[in-house]
């Protein structure tokens, strides 16, 4: 197994941009995950999905954020627009029944937002 | 709502035994896990308990006390390999899980 992908790695946009990030989690793990680590507030928890379904936004900071999950293999999160204040690792992990509470991450992606 | 804390920081020397305590506060309680994560990496799954006493896996143990609402991870015959960062986290009963601030380890030789 490839592990829970995400893309792009690093990521360096302008104030304003646009910036949508990726994840495909494991195969047959129905939770995904988005945090957010910064060194202020350490991992936060954006959003999770349960079998593409949207369970708890509660997190997510604003309204420039949105995340979706067309299926089982693909997740987005998207900012618009950016803000400096965005900048941090964004990390997307994924969990199954049979998994318990060990849930995989992904390598996360570093954005910058300058 | 959740909260954990944990120390911010822990020294040991390479061999060594170390402990690192986790205290939370949660409405409903449904285990205390534990990751490592390396100095830009991912964090990575190290246990999950969900009842009381104390789990080995190999050169790590994780304890919980649900009376006490706490928990440790122990690190034994430390290696330089072992300096990360450590977050204990605790799951709702949908599967969300809230993560405490981490404690940065470092093993010095």
């Known amino acids: 197994d490839a592990g829970v992908i995400q893309s792009p790695r690093h990521e360096v946009t302008e104030m304003g941009q646009e910036v949508t990030l990726r994840c495909k989690p494991i195969?047959?793990?129905?939770?995904l995950f988005w945090y957010r680590q910064t060194m202020m507030r350490g991992l936060e928890l954006l959003i999770y999905?349960?079998?593409?379904?949207?369970?708890?936004d509660s997190g997510m900071p604003e309204d420039r954020f949105s995340a979706k999950m067309p299926n089982a293999s693909f997740s987005t999160l998207k900012i618009q627009p950016s803000e400096p204040r965005d900048s941090a690792v964004y990390f997307c992990?994924?969990?199954?029944?049979?998994?318990?509470?060990?849930?995989?991450f992904g390598s996360g992606t570093r954005l910058t937002v300058v | 709502g959740q909260s954990l804390e944990q120390p911010s920081e822990v020294t040991a020397v390479e061999g060594a035994i170390v402990q690192i305590n986790c205290t939370y506060q949660?409405?409903?309680?449904?285990?205390l896990s534990w990751y490592q994560q390396h100095d830009g990496g991912a964090p990575t799954f190290l246990s999950y308990?969900?009842?009381?006493g104390l789990e080995e896996t190999g050169r790590f143990s994780s304890f919980l006390s649900r009376s006490d609402s706490y928990g440790y991870l122990l690190l034994q015959e430390l290696q330089m390999k072992d300096s990360a960062s450590y977050f204990c986290?605790?799951?709702?009963?949908?599967?969300?899980?809230?993560f405490g601030q981490g404690t940065t380890l470092q093993v010095k030789p």
């Open positions: 992990a994924s969990g199954g029944q049979g998994t318990g509470y060990g849930y995989t």
């Open positions: 195969s047959g793990h129905d939770y």
């Open positions: 999905f349960n079998n593409n379904v949207p369970i708890d």
């Open positions: 949660t409405s409903g309680f449904y285990g």
């Open positions: 308990n969900a009842l009381d």
């Open positions: 986290a605790v799951p709702s009963n949908t599967g969300k899980l809230i």
